[in-house]
């Protein structure tokens, strides 16, 4: 599912979260990409979209994530790993797009958004 490239296009620069893709040596597919980048500028307006008033937006905001249509871009699998384990993913033994899936998920969880109350593991892949 992974596609590796020597070359690779970024989301678009005016994207406040287009450096986390850089450091991450990966891309996940648009619609994370715009979910992150939504729920990031939703955190520096102070705006919540996951408390349980807010269920229904989110649910309609995440729900083209659940099946994006699009690969995880992989650029840099050094990268990738090394900010995986830093982030307390294991790597060894495991599928580069795994590890792109998993980490795309603790992003997520670093807004709020995994938890047991608003989504399921499985939503990612």
Same mark, same amino acid.
């Given at each position: 599912?992974?596609?590796?490239? #020597?070359?690779?296009?970024?989301? +678009?620069?005016? /994207?406040?979260?287009?450096?986390?893709?850089?450091e991450a040596g990966f891309c996940p597919p648009?619609?994370? =990409?715009?979910?992150?980048?939504? /729920? @990031?500028?939703?955190?520096? !307006?102070?705006?919540?979209?996951?408390? %349980?008033?807010?269920?229904?937006?989110?649910?309609?905001?995440?729900? %083209?994530? &659940? @099946? %994006?249509?699009?690969? !995880?871009?992989?650029? +840099?699998?050094?990268?990738?790993?090394?900010?995986?384990?830093?982030?307390? $993913?294991? =790597?060894?033994?495991?599928? $580069?797009?795994?590890?792109? #899936?998993? /980490?795309?998920? =603790?992003? /997520? #969880?670093?807004?709020? =958004?995994?938890?047991?109350?608003?989504? &399921?593991?499985?939503?990612?892949?």
């Open positions: 599912m992974s596609q590796q490239s #020597q070359y690779f296009l970024f989301p +678009d620069e005016n /994207l406040e979260t287009s450096q986390i893709w850089k648009m619609p994370f =990409v715009y979910l992150i980048e939504l /729920l @990031h500028k939703s955190e520096e !307006y102070d705006i919540s979209l996951t408390k %349980p008033f807010d269920e229904a937006i989110f649910h309609a905001l995440f729900d %083209p994530c &659940r @099946h %994006p249509g699009g690969n !995880y871009h992989i650029y +840099d699998t050094l990268r990738l790993k090394t900010m995986a384990q830093n982030c307390g $993913i294991p =790597v060894k033994d495991q599928e $580069i797009t795994d590890i792109a #899936q998993e /980490l795309t998920r =603790v992003i /997520l #969880q670093d807004y709020g =958004v995994y938890s047991a109350k608003n989504s &399921r593991k499985t939503d990612i892949q």
